[in-house]
């Protein structure tokens, strides 16, 4: 700021100074060709005659007096300086060709003028060539040029006295003026001086100053720098060091300098950094970056990431220059987040990419055997017990998979898992699964269960892991469709089931769309009376190469694909115009699926189908299994009640085969059960059975449901059905599933069931 502020103040004296040394160089030309002019031509003039005029000779004195003075105000680089040279010399011609005719009373010379004449013409020719393009810059002959006229106008003077002239006192007063300028042009020049060392000395101040900011300013760099900085010799002595080492490493930098860097990292990393510095030495200005692992002060060791390059021919340098920086938590950060994405973040065990990982490498060795297996019931437990007793239970899991012993452990994602392990060591590392599975997990203080299904696939049955990994999810679906806790090896033709089931699913979605489906209807018959009160709706296909589907075979196809909604609403649809069809007199009995319950509104499917076939809702029975009624026990209430809100009859099918049917019986409003044909078929045998039979149906009447048996064979099971008081009755017993147009027959007929 100091040598900001005063950088005006200093240009104003200097132009001041150089204004007043300018005045009084003038003065000096004007008073010296003054006394040169009054001694040599006015003098003589006057001796010849009194009476001559002044005029000419001032203007004469005037005229080289502004000739002498332009030209020492001339400055370098500029066509002037020739310009004025030679105009000044015209000049100086002019004046003095005038001064010698003045003197003589006549005109001087005939040259002189010619000469003046022809100098300002070279001058006008000089100047038309352009600048000379030299430095600007002040001529010397400023200083010199009122000393050469100073002196000029004294040997003058000299040689006028000599010659018999005497002093006047005109001359000595400008004699006297002369000497007083000239110690006034010592006086400026001399605080001129002054005031350029001043000005040089702040420069030089100034400049120091800023030099010292920015070599604080470099220092607090390498200081405050997350780097260690070093300068070495070739033999890695260290000639300066860092103080930042010390935040760094711990060590002090006058602890290491002077000291062999190669010496003082350690023999490992000696070794390390010698040889990486024998690849810099031969070549100026090489670099060289690598890792390697120092001590810390603390004895910690620390990856370090160290750069070394070659300036030892650098006259400022003359040195190995070292950059270290500490980058271990760099590197834990790294390796943290590489853990995070191969690993599960709950079980900590590897993600599906990192398994795929290990299976490609464990396939390219050779022999290796892969276990999928899925948890049994974990869905139940996530949805009764929350997400948290669910993350803890998979955590047990996972833990427990670990002691089974295999080469690697995955959670693949939900409660799915998969091993990798040898083929000799596959099935006993499965048997060792299920036995660590059998004992109950404690979850909050409560005893839980959790088996799976489990598959096996090899090698030898694959060529590559996705073929291995697919082989094993087939066997792991056979084991679930088993109904878990059991193991089952990856065979070819699960594979031929596999295509002959994705075949028959497009074959399925086809035929909705083909109109291939039909419906064959069962009678449910009055037990009391023999007649006939209403139908099942059984779906049937004929396939146009396959002949007829088994129910058995594309209804779990349908339920897992996703089909069971559309051939619900198909089926749904036809019974209800069937029956319309048929008078509306007989009940119509429809089943309904899981998938359907959980997919979209199944009340306003129902009514919509109602409205279009115009079906009267009480002539509707909607029958569910129990799976429906446990599973989202509060969601589905409210589904079924809006069900039974349409006026819609609603039968609770398979009855007893559920482990808590009897805790539903009072939470949904069912208008109907129907006994399992697995405790009809039972009758007349153990009187366990008949007590069970004979209990449901005196449960059904308690709470004002109607009851209805299936699997009606023979008519022993019809009297003790009879007997027990059941309402209707289904079975081959008493009528098989007909088509359409036999029950049209069977009802034009007033057909009675067997009895």
């Not at 393009?133 to 040029?145: H, N, S, Y």
């Not at 040898?422 to 088996?451: C, K, M, N, Q, Y």
């Amino acid at each position: 700021m100091g040598v900001v502020s005063t950088a005006p103040a200093l240009a104003a004296r200097r132009s001041a100074l150089a204004r007043l040394r300018g005045l009084v160089d003038a003065l000096l030309i004007v008073t010296s060709l003054v006394v040169l002019c009054w001694n040599l031509v006015v003098q003589p003039a006057q001796a010849a005659d009194p009476l001559v005029s002044l005029a000419r000779p001032v203007a004469d004195v005037l005229l080289a007096s502004v000739a002498l003075i332009a030209l020492g105000r001339c400055r370098r680089g500029s066509s002037a300086v020739g310009v004025l040279a030679l105009t000044s010399a015209g000049a100086l011609l002019v004046a003095s060709a005038d001064a010698i005719a003045y003197q003589r009373g006549a005109d001087g010379p005939g040259w002189i003028p010619l000469g003046a004449a022809l100098l300002i013409v070279l001058a006008g020719a000089y100047g038309a060539r352009g600048p000379a393009g030299v430095p600007a810059g002040r001529l010397d002959i400023e200083l010199l040029l009122p000393y050469g006229v100073v002196v000029l106008t004294l040997l003058a003077g000299l040689f006028w006295i000599s010659s018999g002239g005497a002093p006047t006192a005109f001359g000595t007063w400008c004699r006297f003026l002369t000497i007083l300028l000239i110690v006034a042009r010592e006086g400026i020049l001399l605080a001129d001086n002054r005031r350029l060392a001043r000005g040089l000395e702040d420069r030089v101040a100034a400049r120091t100053a800023e030099r010292q900011v920015r070599e604080q300013r470099f220092r607090a760099l390498v200081e405050q720098s997350s780097d260690s900085l070093a300068i070495l010799e070739a033999d890695s002595t260290v000639r300066f060091q860092s103080s930042s080492i010390e935040r760094i490493f711990g060590y002090r930098a006058a602890d290491l300098t002077g000291m062999r860097l190669i010496d003082t990292a350690g023999h490992r990393a000696g070794v390390v950094i010698a040889a990486k510095i024998g690849e810099v030495l031969g070549t100026a200005g090489a670099t060289t970056t690598f890792e390697v692992t120092l001590r810390h002060a603390d004895g910690v060791h620390r990856l370090a990431e160290m750069t070394i390059t070659n300036l030892l021919g650098d006259p400022y340098v003359r040195g190995l220059v070292s950059n270290t920086r500490d980058i271990s938590e760099a590197t834990d950060l790294q390796d943290q987040l590489r853990h995070e994405a191969y690993h599960d973040a709950l079980t900590g065990l590897a993600n599906r990419a990192l398994f795929r990982e290990h299976l490609a490498a464990a396939m390219a060795r050779g022999d290796v055997a892969i276990l999928f297996l899925d948890l049994d019931g974990f869905k139940e437990i996530n949805d009764s017990l929350g997400h948290a007793a669910g993350d803890a239970l998979l955590v047990q899991v996972a833990d427990r998979l670990r002691a089974a012993g295999p080469d690697l452990v995955a959670r693949l994602g939900g409660d799915e898992f998969a091993l990798i392990t040898s083929t000799a060591s596959a099935a006993g590392t499965a048997a060792r699964i299920l036995a660590e599975l059998a004992v109950p997990f404690t979850v909050d203080g409560r005893g839980l269960h959790a088996g799976a299904g489990i598959g096996i696939a090899t090698s030898a049955d694959a060529t590559d892991i996705e073929q291995l990994q697919r082989n094993a999810d087939l066997a792991m679906y056979k084991s679930k469709d088993a109904g878990g806790g059991i193991v089952t090896a990856y065979h070819p033709s699960m594979h031929d089931a596999l295509v002959q089931r994705v075949s028959l699913a497009g074959d399925l979605r086809a035929a909705l769309l083909a109109d291939q489906l039909v419906l064959h209807y069962q009678p449910t018959a009055d037990l009391r009376t023999g007649e006939i009160v209403g139908f099942e709706a059984l779906v049937r296909w004929h396939h146009p190469t396959r002949g007829m589907v088994s129910p058995a075979d594309f209804i779990g196809l349908a339920e897992s694909t996703g089909l069971i909604v559309p051939l619900g609403r198909w089926v749904l649809t036809e019974a209800c115009r069937q029956a319309v069809a048929w008078g509306g007199a007989y009940k119509m009995a429809v089943n309904v699926s899981v998938r359907q319950f959980e997919a979209g509104d199944l009340a306003a499917t129902v009514a919509a189908v109602l409205a279009e076939t115009g079906m009267p809702p009480g002539k509707l029975v909607l029958e569910m299994t129990e799976s429906v009624l446990l599973t989202d026990t509060d969601e589905n209430l409210e589904r079924i009640v809006a069900l039974k809100s349409l006026g819609v009859l609603l039968a609770m099918d398979d009855f007893g085969t559920g482990y808590s049917s009897l805790a539903y019986l009072r939470r949904f409003p069912m208008d109907v059960l129907k006994i399992d044909r697995s405790f009809v078929e039972r009758l007349g045998g153990d009187p366990s059975d008949v007590a069970l039979v004979r209990t449901i149906i005196r449960l059904g009447a308690r709470f004002g449901m109607r009851t209805v048996a299936e699997g009606i064979e023979d008519a022993e099971q019809l009297a003790i059905l009879r007997d027990m008081g059941c309402d209707f009755g289904q079975g081959y017993f008493l009528s098989r599933p007909v088509a359409a147009a036999d029950v049209t027959e069977m009802l034009v007929g007033s057909f009675r069931l067997a009895s």
